[in-house]
């Protein structure tokens, strides 16, 4: 099927060049923006079957006027004394004038003697902040204004104020996270370019994937445009950048698998045509089944409960997808055109290599293949062995620099009251049938709320004014409400306890922050515990047809989930050991899914495939695997560099979450090419032998022999010994 998929794509290279411009104009200028499915609403990250959502719901049904996000002004003495009574009647001054602005999207400005810090260190005033979606840029722009406004405010009154909140917050490290992801879009394009130079040390092969995958970016986003309109699908704001670290991570692999490829046999004395056409044949059938894992591993977020993910692998599914369609025809079609051409102006491709790196490697393998696959498994493992310490951590506030205004105002705020103050944690009182609850039962409960475990403070009850079934009670934690204490704390004791103080004939509903990070928690556990076995299960199968084998298959899928194991500990060992976080962020197991397990695989897949058609050529399994690192470690190394490069470089970034993300990616990828495919999964083919490819038997030679197979005399071999 490839070879003819080949024969058509070289045969007819104008056409299909042509037939790509046709369609990518046509999809780009038809399909809507990314921008019309991209939703910031939280209420479908998880189901609402889980009682945070239920409050959530409760609240925006019984407390309509509750503002969208709030702004907590810190008003302290400059001094660094306690408040005096003066001092708290210029704080409701301020408040006063404040709200006498009019800033637009704000509201309220509460505060009062119950807004003072028992130790009269900090006084607060609640801003409202008004919008469509706590995403909503206009809210930023209120919180620029009030921060304006305080200096005037507070003129010659001998106090201070910071703004604090998680807007707030947002707007201190906006340029910082913008400037991340743009030192990481420049990067890609470098480490692409500049290791493309080294490898082939030509312009047009380097440039040929970034001008490619350009193009592809700019369809496949319409694509998916086009998919979330028909099918109803809202995408994170997240995507676009997830895309782009997908398409340029998975199609630079893709275009070097043929490059690698195309390059071994010019130098074994084909044609150009005949070179790609042979090449298609080859490293299409690992192509697509390379794609095909990735592709299935993304749809398998379907199975998620958290909305963001289910959204997002069918989106990263199309761009595969795409990514497949285009490496097997519009690139063959343009490099067959180019010939030798592309790898101008280098004469390289003309003399076989001599010995090299990759040759010393491989016959290390071959020769002792016990000792590498031992001593791999066991790096393996003792990374691995780090995830027994994974602890999830999310609170997103203390990854940020902490020199800011809105960090030094959340600092103050927690001196002075609660830990829990910026992020109370919202209890719901109701009758559940619309029958009002009386003031014995609201007053009841709000005392026992106070008594509850991890409880630091209580609020005075509200009674809602739309519905006189419903009351709500702002707890503060005594515990930082996003460390994992408060939300086991909430998922556990508290939830348990203020559901059984609920009077008879009512009950409590907990929400906030900390409790729907708690069911995020265990909605994560549960979808991690779904996903990657269903996962490891379809790559399987994939592996089984494309090696017709049931042994192989099985020993890859293990490698993959060690991966992804001794990615995670590794993680766990730098910073909850080395750097004394209190743990790794609670995102970080799906990001390694995407980003370790599913475009980790192709590495596996290409390797594998490699050592097959070894052994097709007559290779003992020993062999076989010596030739399959010397030819195929090349090209995994490129890859796998590029790939950790790009990640590498979020480490950079003052953001810890960025951070963890760039470091725990950057070692999964290069644990995936250069300890899982370079040295532990040819070891173990090669120990394991004939038997790895039970009982299919794909390792049997083939009549004829020498189709392309680029064993390590390959170019010695005549033009005509390859049959296409």
Known sequence: MFERLGRFVVGKAWWVIGGWVVAAIAIIAASPSLSDITSA????????????????????????????????????????????PADEARVGQLAAALKARNIPQTSGYLTGPQAVAPDKSVQVVTVGLDADSPDDPRLLDAVRDLRTAL??????SGLTAGV??????????????????????????????????IIFRSPIAALLPVVVISVVMSVTTGLV??????????????????????????????????????????????????????????????????????????????????GFFGSLGPALAIAVGVMLVTSLTLIPALVSLLGRWVFWP??????????????????????????VAAASGVLLVALAAGVLGYKADYDFSAGFPQDTESARAAQDLQRGFAAGALAPTEVYLTTGNGTPLTDQQVNDFAAASARAPGVGRAQPPERSATDPSVAR??????????????????RDDLRDALHAAAPPGTKALVGGATAIFADINSANNRDLSVILPVAAGLIALILGLLLRSLVAPVYLVIAVLLNFAATLGATVYVFQGLQGNPGVTFQLPIILYLFVVAIGTDYNILMIARLREEAREGHEPHEAAAIGVEHAGPTVAAAG????????????????????M?????????????????????????????????????????????????????????????PV
């Open 473 to 490: 009670i702002s707890l503060l934690l005594n515990e930082n409400p996003m460390s994992n204490e408060a939300i086991t704390l909430v």
């Open 225 to 306: 445009a086009a998919a979330g309109k028909a099918f109803d699908l809202n995408v994170s704001q997240d995507l676009q950048t997830i895309l782009l670290i997908v398409l340029f991570g998975i199609g630079t692999d893709y275009i070097l698998f043929l490059l690698f490829r195309y390059r071994e046999r010019l130098r074994a004395g084909d044609d150009k045509r005949t070179a790609m056409v042979v090449s298609v044949q080859r490293v299409g059938e690992v192509i697509t089944s390379a794609a095909g894992a990735v592709i299935v591993a993304f749809l398998v977020l379907l199975l998620a409960s958290l």
């Open 662 to 722: 760039g470091f725990a990616v950057a070692i999964g990828i290069v644990l995936s090419a250069f300890v899982m495919s370079m040295f532990f999964v040819p070891a173990l083919t090669g120990l394991i032998g004939h038997t790895a490819w039970w009982p299919g038997h794909g390792d049997e030679r083939r009549n004829g022999g020498g189709g392309g197979g680029g064993g390590r005399h390959a170019a010695a071999e005549p033009a005509d010994a390859t």
């Open 346 to 371: 280098s004469k390289a491709w003309q003399r076989p290599p001599r010995a090299t790196l990759s040759r010393r490697l491989g016959a290390a393998v071959g020769r002792r293949p016990a000792v």
């Open 164 to 197: 604090a909140g998680d807007v707030a917050s947002f707007v201190d490290n906006e340029d910082t996270f913008n400037e991340a992801f743009a030192v990481v879009g420049v990067a890609t394009i470098i480490l692409i370019i500049g290791l493309i130079l």
């Open 151 to 156: 200096g005037p405010d507070l003129a010659g």
């Open 641 to 660: 560099l590029i790939l950790a490069g790009t990640f590498g470089v979020l480490m950079l970034a003052p953001i810890s979450f960025l951070q963890q």
């Open 41 to 84: 609403d939280q209420e479908s990250f998880l189901p609402s079957s889980y009682e945070s959502v239920q409050a959530t719901e409760l609240a925006e049904k019984s407390f309509p006027q509750a503002a969208t996000a709030t702004a907590t002004v810190v008003v302290k003495r400059g001094d660094g004394k306690p408040l005096t």
